[in-house]
């Protein structure tokens, strides 16, 4: 079964860089109308004329800014992606934030609180959101393999994206057998939103620890989204697809 999305809709948020406008790049590609949506009108505008320029027909490519932080633009956003293109068949969940690096318990409530409400609160208010306006097809939560395990100074980050996981699960359980429900919990990616991990020669030295040998680029999650968002995966749903080149298969270093 091919990789396709003919005739279908996809409103991708976090939509005008990095994981999500490689998702809409791939999407547009294998035939689906796309709406991303993100903060800034211009980035946007960007990312709207790129993948034109790329060859997408530019009827099939649209952009809303929005916050998804605020459920009054979610229902902004997914009426217009319904009366622009008549319908909606694939959400993807990608938009995040980390605005704090250090240890979790020393956290301000500001930042704690922003984390929660972009990485995890939205992906409900979202879903919700398409569910009542019609979707009936597949939604895509973007999470990360740090919801998997612990690392140093992101736990506040990872604890937001290991309840993305369970939203995952309780979701697929409540909305099947009309709408699958899945995650992607990429490794480190080579996005700005990761930047100061690995940029310079923290890059080499990561992707040493990495059994693949090298970082990810968001098309490797972008090629995972699609195969989850086509029917070639209508036997799918609850799952986590770990994208990772092997990260997790590490050992743990505490025995042998």
């Keep these: ?18 994981i999500g406008l490689a998702v809409a790049s791939r999407f547009v590609e294998a035939g689906a109308n796309v709406m991303i949506t993100s903060r800034t009108a211009e980035d946007l505008a960007e990312a709207a004329a790129g993948l034109v320029a ?8 649209a952009w809303v800014a929005s916050h998804v932080g605020r459920p009054d633009d979610a229902v902004a956003c997914v009426a217009e992606t319904v009366a622009r293109f008549g319908g909606l068949h694939v959400l993807v969940n990608n938009a995040g934030t980390n605005p704090y690096f250090g240890p979790m318990i020393d956290i301000d409530l500001v930042r704690a609180q ?3 409400e972009v990485n995890q609160l939205s992906v409900l208010v979202w879903t919700a959101e398409a569910v009542r306006a019609g979707l009936r097809g597949s939604v895509i939560n973007v999470a ?15 604890v937001t994206k290991a309840a993305v996981l369970h939203i995952t699960r309780q979701l697929s ?6 709408i699958r429900v899945n995650a992607l919990a990429p490794g480190l990616v080579k996005t ?8 310079g020669p923290g890059e080499e030295r990561i992707a040493q620890h990495i059994p693949l040998r090298r970082l990810g680029v968001p098309d490797d999650v972008a090629t995972a989204a699609l195969f989850l968002a086509s029917d070639a995966s209508s036997w799918v749903t609850g799952q986590t697809f770990v994208v990772d080149g092997g990260t997790i298969t590490q050992p743990s270093g505490g025995v042998g």
């Design 1 to 18: 079964m091919e990789l396709e999305l003919r005739g279908k809709t996809a409103l991708v948020t976090g939509g005008s860089r990095g």
């Design 54 to 61: 790329a060859g997408a027909p530019e009827e099939r490519v």
């Design 114 to 116: 922003k984390t929660f």
């Design 144 to 158: 990360s393999v740090g919801g998997l395990g612990v690392e140093p100074n992101i736990g506040w980050y990872n």
């Design 173 to 178: 359980f409540e909305l099947a057998p009309d």
């Design 192 to 199: 700005k939103l990761a930047s100061a991990l690995w940029e």
